[in-house]
């Protein structure tokens, strides 16, 4: 499991919510969101173009991220604390931050905030029931 960069749980779906009224509901269109993605390949494309076999923050070696992935003090704080309380691998804590730094730019963001950590961790620590 430590190489699989994203988990989701994903809970059953509640038959009366599938009945609210679609008015109610604030969703993003599929459309806005394909140009998010489309400007964060661009974002990714741009960084590593002096990077021989680097094309995505998936492909980059742990050396490329101090430079490339840089955290505020507060995503710093949140990752190490996240490290020590669910006992993280260092594979983990580079996927981690690697995550980060994709998150960060579907958000247009140069340097990872902590709420761009708290997402990546999200989709990384299991839940147990």
Do not use: C, W
Request: no cysteine; charged share 35%; proline share 1%.
């Amino acid at each position: 499991m430590d190489r699989i960069d994203i988990h989701l749980t994903v809970p059953a779906v509640d038959v009366n919510q599938l009945m609210i009224n679609k008015e109610n509901i604030k969703s993003e269109k599929s459309e806005e969101i394909r140009k998010r993605v489309v400007a964060a390949r661009e974002i990714q494309r741009q960084r590593f173009l002096k990077i021989e076999g680097v094309y995505s923050n998936a492909d980059m070696k742990n050396k490329h991220l101090k430079e490339l992935a840089k955290l505020d003090d507060k995503a710093n704080i949140l990752l190490k604390m996240a490290v020590n309380k669910f006992n993280l691998s260092a594979r983990t804590y580079f996927r981690l931050i690697k995550v980060s730094r994709t998150i960060a730019d579907l958000d247009n963001s140069e340097i990872i905030l902590d709420k761009h950590v708290a997402e990546a961790l999200q989709y990384r620590v299991k839940h147990e029931d």
